[in-house]
């Protein structure tokens, strides 16, 4: 489920040189993930240590997140005695 966002995610990204010769990639709808490098390669891994880090603090912190949807079944949290 995680995997299939962040893949999904990040074939949405887009990049571009800047004029110092480094890349910057960013997720155009989730704000705060972006990333920059010295070429293309790590600006991609970046990017997606990025969008993972993000979106385990937006599960953390029980924020909706777009196009994500975690799925409780709400009977293995109850405790039985």
Known sequence: M?????DRQLKKARYKILKDGTYFGEIVGLRGVWADADNLESCRKELR???EDWLLLKVRDHERVPGFEIK???????RVR
């Open 2 to 6: 995680f995997s299939e966002f962040i």
């Open 72 to 78: 409780i079944d709400r009977r293995m949290l109850v």
């Open 49 to 51: 240590e990025v969008l």
